[in-house]
């Protein structure tokens, strides 16, 4: 960051100027800041333009850090395409330390080197867009503890891959092993392992899908939503972005997840069970996840390694919080909405209502009608003592009763919370309309007794004057 100057223009004032580039002005009606650069050919801005000049710099750099998100996800997964494509085709299309496993392994370092610079790039817009936010001078006020832990993570997270083939092949120690790898003839089995485990963690790469879906959102690109938002003091996160597209699209977001999920699970588990017969196909792997991911756990298929022991235990955890989140997307498909409650529940009262009045009624009358018949041909006493239970049945319809009021009871529980916040708040307006009107008329009426006391001090001073007059011994 260049060093500023600052010049002094009529009767304008500069109050102070501190080593880091910290200006405090003195407000004035002319005053000017003029603000050299560095580089040759860069005009100064008067004042009136500094916020304008801010605001394009923001969205340029806005724009540059969606397209280096964009080219950092697309080198991302260029990356795990490669590996994926090293770790299926080796064993059986080339051979170990060949040329093309040479040529394949160089473009994922390649690949991993340019990632990084996008990362770095990323975040070096990151900084200056603060810088430019918060008006500041010096770029190392943005450097938190926060933010260089963040830059450390991602870079680590974003520079690991394999890097087994750029080894000495030595002799074949372990003839025996099955496991088709490109690096299964390495002098020591635990370079296998970190070559498994470093491929595997290729895929937390994909953490920068988040990032990118945050940058080239409609919420985020939306002045409409910016400008309530900060109203609202509502922060656009990926969280916000996340239940926007739930609220949404909610069927689509959650197939496309778990889709992709159980599809990247599936190939992390078969690289992990290679070496197993029984699970290092990619089809038992399929089904080894689909299982998992529904907690069924039928026990015909069960993961060997320690790996793929790991893969089916966030696999579980994730399948219960989707099941979750799809329990709750259904739920609210099949719920009726305000309208349909509301019509709903007003026929139900009205059949039930029906059926208390018309339908009770008539059965006391028939079973009246049906019982009196009885006694009077003398017929069965059975057939007497079943219109006399018919008869109480139909008199009591306390049941009937007791449907209505839990239906009332139920309806009046679906109140209309906003509704009733728009009437206490026009309730209130016209309460707040009402005392301000009686305090101004508290205030005439102040005003009209202060005038006639005025009036009556008047009208004594000129009966006295009368008199005295009229009257001098007075």
């Given at each position: 960051m260049e060093m500023t100057n600052c010049s002094l223009h009529g009767d304008s004032k500069v109050d102070c100027v501190n080593c880091d580039g910290l200006i405090s002005r003195n407000g004035g009606d002319s005053a000017e800041v003029s603000v050299p650069l560095s580089l040759p050919g860069k005009r100064t801005t008067l004042m009136e333009g500094d916020d304008l000049h801010r605001l394009r710099d923001r969205k340029v750099l806005l724009e540059d850090k969606k397209r280096l998100c964009a080219w950092a996800l697309g080198t991302a997964l260029l990356g795990i395409l490669l590996m994926i494509i090293h770790a299926e085709l080796c064993p059986f299309i080339y051979k170990p330390g060949s040329s093309i496993d040479l040529i394949i392994n160089c473009?994922?370092?390649?690949?991993?080197?340019?990632?990084?610079?996008?990362?770095?790039?990323f975040h070096y817009k990151d900084i200056r867009?603060?810088?430019?936010?918060?008006?500041?001078?010096?770029?190392?006020?943005?450097?938190?503890?926060?933010?260089?832990?963040?830059?450390?993570?991602?870079?680590?997270?974003?520079?690991?891959?394999?890097?087994?083939?750029?080894?000495?092949?030595?002799?074949?120690?372990?003839?025996?092993?099955?496991?088709?790898?490109?690096?299964?003839?390495h002098q020591n089995d635990a370079l296998v392992d970190m070559e498994l485990l470093l491929s595997v963690l290729m895929f937390l790469r994909l953490y920068l899908v988040h990032r990118a879906i945050l940058l080239h959102s409609k919420v985020l690109l939306s002045a409409s939503y910016r400008s309530i938002g900060s109203l609202n003091n509502i922060n656009f996160t990926f969280r916000f972005v996340?239940?926007?597209?739930?609220?949404?699209?909610?069927?689509?977001?959650?197939?496309?997840?778990?889709?992709f999920f159980w599809l990247t699970a599936s190939w992390m588990l078969t690289l992990c069970e290679q070496t197993k017969v029984s699970t290092g196909h990619m089809d038992t792997a399929l089904w080894l996840i689909a299982i998992t991911f529904l907690t069924v756990g039928y026990g015909d298929v069960s993961p060997c390694t320690s790996c793929g022991k790991a893969v089916c235990l966030f696999t579980g955890v994730m399948g219960v919080a989707c099941t979750a989140m799809l329990v709750a997307v259904v739920t609210k498909k099949l719920a009726l909405n305000k309208g349909?409650?509301?019509?709903?529940?007003?026929?139900?009262?009205?059949?039930?209502?029906k059926r208390q009045i018309r339908h009770a009624a008539a059965n006391v009358l028939r079973?009246?009608?049906?019982?009196?018949?009885t006694n009077l041909t003398k017929g069965n006493r059975g057939e007497?003592?079943?219109?006399?239970?018919?008869?109480?049945?139909?008199?009591?319809?306390?049941?009937?009763?007791?449907?209505?009021?839990?239906?009332?009871?139920?309806?009046?529980?679906?109140?209309?919370?906003?509704?009733?916040?728009?009437i206490m708040c026009d309730l209130s307006a016209n309460w707040n309309n009402s005392y301000r009107e009686l305090e101004q008329r508290i205030l005439s009426m102040e005003q009209k007794l202060d005038e006639l006391s005025r009036c009556f001090q008047q009208t004594s001073e000129l009966l006295s004057q009368v008199l005295r007059h009229r009257n001098p011994e007075i």
């Open positions: 473009s994922i370092s390649l690949s991993t080197g340019c990632l990084l610079i996008f990362i770095i790039a867009l603060f810088v430019n936010d918060h008006n500041q001078l010096d770029w190392r006020i943005a450097m938190t503890s926060h933010r260089v832990l963040v830059i450390t993570l991602e870079l680590l997270v974003c520079s690991i891959h394999p890097v087994g083939t750029y080894w000495k092949v030595g002799p074949h120690v372990n003839s025996s092993s099955t496991a088709p790898l490109c690096v299964c003839n996340l239940k926007v597209l739930m609220n949404k699209h909610p069927a689509r977001t959650l197939l496309v997840f778990i889709l349909e409650k509301h019509v709903h529940f007003f026929m139900l009262d009205i059949q039930i209502s079973e009246c009608w049906l019982l009196h018949r007497h003592r079943r219109h006399q239970r018919c008869l109480l049945e139909a008199i009591r319809f306390r049941h009937l009763r007791l449907k209505q009021r839990q239906l009332r009871d139920y309806v009046s529980e679906m109140v209309d919370l906003p509704k009733m916040q728009m």
